[in-house]
Structure formats: C-alpha cells, structure tokens
C-alpha cells in the first residue's frame, strides 16, 4: 500500500479512540516495517495532534507514525476531570496496548514528555524507547518544572521571600482559585493575539509561528470544557519527580533540546537529566521551546536515525 505525504501545512485527517467512556482524536500514517517500532508523539499543553504535522509528513515513508491528543486537549473530549501526569500516562499506555498493538518510541514535547517518561518508567513493557523535546516535569529540588508555571511567571521568585512578597503570593494563589478570575484569565490567554505574543516569546525562529500555528492552539481553547482543564492543570498537584522516573527507566533515552527556550534553562536541566541517567543520547538545537514545529529538518533525521541505528537494532538483537 502506498503512502502518500501531504504538504507539512496541512494536518492529517485523523480518527477516534473510546477511552473510558471519552473520544480520544489521533492520527495514523505510514506502515509498520518488520520489527521497526510505531512512533507515538505527544503534544505539550494547548498544544494538538496538529503541532506536529511536520514530523508526521517528515517520518512515516520510515515508521508507522501515531499523534494523538490527550484528553483534555485538541479535538479530544473535555470532560470534568483531575488533569495531571497519572491520567495521561495511563492514556497513553492503554492507546498503544488498544491500538498501537507493539511496543512503541514515544516522543513528547513539554507537558506531552514528561507524559511519556511516566509511561516509559513505569510501564517499560510497553515502550521501546523515549524522545524528549523540551520537557517539562518537576525534579526534587525546586525550579519551574511545568508549562503552565511558565505561563503564569517568566521570573523564578528568590529562594527566601520577604514577608510581603510570601503575602502577595497568597493573595494572587488565593485570587486565582476563584471561579471569577479564573474566567477572565482563560478568556484572555486563548485570545489569538496573546497566544501569538506568547509563542513569539518562546520559538526562536519567529518565520515559523503562522497564522495556522494560532489558529490551530486557540481552536480547542474555545471547545465546551476547555475552561474545566484550564483550572485543573493549574490546580492539580505535582505528579511523580523525574529523577524518581528516570531512577525507574531502563529504555533507551534521546533528548533534544532547544536551548533558547526561556521557560527552562535547557543545558542547567540536561546535566540533571545526565546525573540519573548518564547514559542517555542528547543534542542542543537553534530552536526554543518547540524544536520540532521550529526545526522539523534538524529533528526528524535526528530521531529517524538515533530509532534505526540504535532501537531497532537492540529489537532484532532481542
């Protein structure tokens, strides 16, 4: 069966997965070749199967390519839920086991890799390997460790704040718990205009934010639900560190960093990365905090070759 590749710009028509009672949206393309593993790719948070169109048409003549949404997000169901890593993990788990059938690379972007390094450690039977671009996640020691702590401060605050500052905290934590607030700043951020300022803040290339970028992250902001997430995502506890996960992982590790993001310092958390897992595979990229959608050409032979030289390899040894 022949495979055709549509233009990058043009999202691949996709299909729906019951999960838990919820539609689940993702995408197919390509075919599975002997023992060479599916690709899962994983959005970050406001992001969609369509952030990654580039490396969908860019990657499935070699691989069977999966992009799905994760609940919450894209053309994915909104239902009332507590949001947060352990829900996603066990989405993604279920997806390759229901649908995927095989053991598969993940590779996640952001919020959607710390996702599939909760899988990958705690659920290795059901993947190959991991790519993280980016990823979002907390350590033990304290830093910004999530997408949505990054869209709420650019600024860390110091290490010991004064009294007043502990005060203004409080009453911005406490102001933003209620429902009130909580309406007026969804209704800002999914405005296009600000979610344009923002990607123009964190991609470095400002020639790849298009008007099909925006058009594509505010579309689910507007779905009925939408606001339910927000405030779960931005409430919900941290989940598992990742130095615990990566203490738990035994697959084979690529990171793939955009070193100009400025929500995360992308060389201070790859040396973290390399204390609990020191025989991982790492490269630093032009790109800020979407290598993939900013740099798809650099991106795809990366992991094209790090999965054929290195993954299938160790399957077939296997």
């Known amino acids: 069966m022949s495979v055709i590749t549509a233009p990058s710009t043009t999202p691949i028509p996709g299909q729906y997965w019951q999960w838990r009672g919820h539609k689940i949206y993702y995408v197919r393309a390509g075919k599975r070749e002997g023992k060479c593993p599916p ?105 910004p460790t999530s997408e949505p702590e990054a869209l709420q401060s650019q600024i860390q605050p110091p290490k010991q704040p004064s009294a007043l500052q502990k005060l203004l905290g409080d009453g911005v934590k406490w102001m933003f718990g ?10 800002y951020v999914r405005q296009g205009w600000v979610i344009r300022r923002t990607l123009e803040k964190v991609y470095l290339d400002k020639t790849a934010i298009t008007d099909q970028l925006v ?19 931005f409430s919900t506890p941290q989940g598992e560190k990742v130095d615990v996960l990566l203490k738990q992982l035994t697959c084979p590790l690529l990171l793939l960093w955009g070193e100009a993001d400025p929500w995360m310092n ?13 025989q991982l595979t790492e490269h630093f990229l032009k790109a800020g905090h979407c290598p993939h959608d900013e740099v798809p050409d650099q991106v795809n032979p990366l992991l094209r070759d790090w999965v054929l030289s290195g993954i299938r390899g160790s399957i077939l040894l296997g």
């Open 39 to 143: 690709l899962l790719l994983v959005h970050g948070f406001g992001a969609s199967t369509d952030h990654w169109r580039k490396n969908i048409t860019g990657l499935c003549d070699d691989f069977e390519v999966f992009a799905i949404d994760l609940l919450g997000f894209g053309r994915s169901a909104k239902p009332k839920l507590q949001y947060g890593g352990d829900l996603w993990r066990d989405q993604i788990h279920d997806f390759i086991s229901e649908v995927i059938g095989h053991k598969a690379v993940l590779a996640g972007n952001s919020l959607g890799g710390y996702a599939c390094l909760c899988v990958a450690a705690q659920h290795p039977d059901s993947v190959a390997g991991v790519v993280l671009l980016n990823s979002a996640g907390p350590f033990s020691v304290t830093q």
């Open 215 to 233: 058009a594509e992250i505010a579309r689910p902001a507007y779905d009925a639900g939408a606001l339910d997430v927000f405030v779960s995502v």
């Open 178 to 187: 209620q429902p009130f607030a909580q309406f007026l700043l969804f209704q």
């Open 266 to 278: 992308a060389r201070e958390r790859s040396q973290k990365f390399r204390l609990y897992y020191p």
